[in-house]
């Protein structure tokens, strides 16, 4: 989604805050809890060449319902094609969400890394998606600048520093 594109009030959106090095492309998949439909959402600009990006919010929209990230993918930039499948490890963005029309539904801040053992006979890639202390306040804020246009929409944070920990509490 584009920052200058309109808000459509029967869409919801998901958001994120991410940096990341300048290697392959990754991405949240999102899928209705339903099972239906499944969204892939770039962690960081999705463009033909691999670009590291700093802090750079992303945005997709979704029909409003209920949704769980059941995975993270990398892929190749120029034709898209999936490398690999991780599991997501984080039980507070493992969880179902609800996504609202007119409201974006903010992931939280994230660094994405990857380092390589060199290693006989084989070297061996790791990759890895870690969550960054952020408050709902400062995302908030970094996303208002990068979509003025969704700024003014109900906002909630589901990994933030001063909201995850209120996810986990018992209703």
Avoid at 14 to 32: C, E, H
Avoid at 42 to 67: F, H, M, R
Avoid at 109 to 135: C, E, K, M, W
């Amino acid at each position: 989604m584009t920052p200058e594109a309109a808000v459509d009030p029967n869409s919801g959106y998901v958001a994120g805050l991410f940096t990341r090095m300048k290697a392959r492309g990754f991405a949240f998949v999102i899928r209705a809890a339903d099972g239906g439909a499944e969204y892939l959402m770039p962690l960081g600009e999705d463009g033909n060449w691999p670009t590291a990006v700093n802090d750079q919010s992303v945005v997709i929209k979704l029909p409003p319902g209920k949704y769980t990230i059941t995975q993270w993918i990398t892929y190749a930039t120029l034709t898209k094609e999936v490398m690999s499948r991780r599991p997501i490890a984080n039980p507070v963005l493992g969880q179902p969400f609800t996504v609202n029309a007119g409201c974006v539904t903010h992931l939280g801040s994230y660094d994405v890394t990857q380092y390589i053992q060199n290693g006989f006979p084989t070297t061996t890639t790791h990759l890895r998606i870690q969550p960054r202390r952020a408050t709902e306040a400062a995302v908030k804020q970094t996303f208002g600048a990068a979509y003025p246009n969704l700024s003014k929409q109900a906002f909630r944070c589901l990994l933030c520093s001063d909201t995850a920990q209120l996810m986990l509490a018992p209703s």
